[in-house]
């Protein structure tokens, strides 16, 4: 990606955010600031110990499917860094691509190790789509009526996908031949083993820890519907959140403003709420703060994140 393009998805995530304060003001982020107390943050950081965990666990399959050593303690410590820099440099990415070159140069091979947290990473949002899909499909929400044509959307899209990989099948020494032969290999790899189940059991409980979070996170906003109904708007508020950022804020606060009042709840109480998810999750982030300045010093029994050796 250019830095053209960079600075324009981050321009996007900003005016997104921008808008929502021009039509809702500052009050619900103020509120949703406020809201925030100690037990939800104890909940929270409960939650994120747990997501954090089955993400490292997730990361440590993908690795050894594509021939690469990551040991769990190292994961778990890298993967809490990560997030914490997602939450807190523009992009949303930028953890992950720290991530990826760290453990790249861990096993020298900086491209395999990027490749197994773009693996990594597009599991785990393939999963939360699907969730997402079948939670909307079975209770009710505001864009259930959508649905149908939001299936059919992903099916298109997957089948120009396919198309657009065979019409380069030609060009066998081209870029893109290249790219589609690596990624060919890759799937052929991760599908070679029994890491699926794993993959796609560690994925559901993130995206399900993510969404009791955004749950708890209205209760602190002073939201007082039933889980039925508020796990669909969750779901939707957290798809949001891999479109880039800034620093976390943007889509969120306004698909959470927009499908809170789609449901009748009105957009200040959704954007309330993702302010004080936004507040929980980084302040859950905060052991990863710890093991990035823990890199900056000298330790005796070696790298503070434990082995990652070849």
């Known amino acids: 990606m250019s830095i053209g393009s960079r600075w324009v998805r981050l321009v996007g995530a900003a005016i997104a955010l921008a808008v929502v304060v021009w039509r809702l003001g500052t009050g619900p982020f103020v509120d949703g600031v406020r809201a925030v107390d100690g037990p939800a943050v104890l909940v929270a950081a409960a939650i994120g110990l747990l997501t954090t965990v089955c993400c490292a666990w997730r990361w440590t399959i993908v690795a050894r499917g594509l021939g690469v050593h990551l040991s769990m303690p190292a994961a778990v410590a890298a993967y809490y860094r990560s997030v914490f820099l997602n939450l807190t440099l523009p992009g949303g990415v930028v953890g992950d691509v720290h991530r990826g070159v760290s453990h790249g140069r861990d096993v020298n091979d900086v491209g395999r190790g990027l490749r197994v947290v773009a693996w990594e990473r597009t599991a785990g949002q393939f999963v939360q789509i699907v969730l997402t899909i079948v939670v909307l499909l079975v209770l009710p929400s505001p864009v259930r009526s959508f649905m149908p044509l939001v299936v059919v959307a992903v099916t298109g899209a997957a089948i120009a996908a396919v198309l657009v990989g065979r019409a380069h099948a030609g060009v066998a020494r081209s870029r893109w031949a290249r790219v589609r032969n690596t990624v060919a290999a890759d799937i052929r790899r991760l599908l070679q083993g029994k890491a699926l189940p794993a993959i796609a059991l560690a994925s559901a409980v993130v995206v399900l820890g993510h969404a009791v979070t955004f749950l708890v ?94």
Do not use: K
Request: charged share 10%; glycine share 12%; aromatic share 8%.
């Open 217 to 310: 996170a209205a209760r602190t906003a002073g939201v007082t519907e039933p889980p039925s109904r508020m796990l669909p708007l969750a779901l939707l508020a957290i798809l949001a959140m891999v479109l880039p950022s800034v620093a976390g804020w943007g889509p969120r606060e306004g698909a959470s403003a927009w499908v809170f009042a789609a449901a009748g709840l009105g957009a200040g109480r959704g954007a309330t709420t993702a302010v004080a998810y936004g507040v929980l999750v980084l302040a859950a982030s905060l052991p990863g703060a710890f093991v990035l300045v823990a890199r900056w010093f000298p330790w005796p029994l070696g790298h503070p994140e434990g082995a990652a050796d070849a």
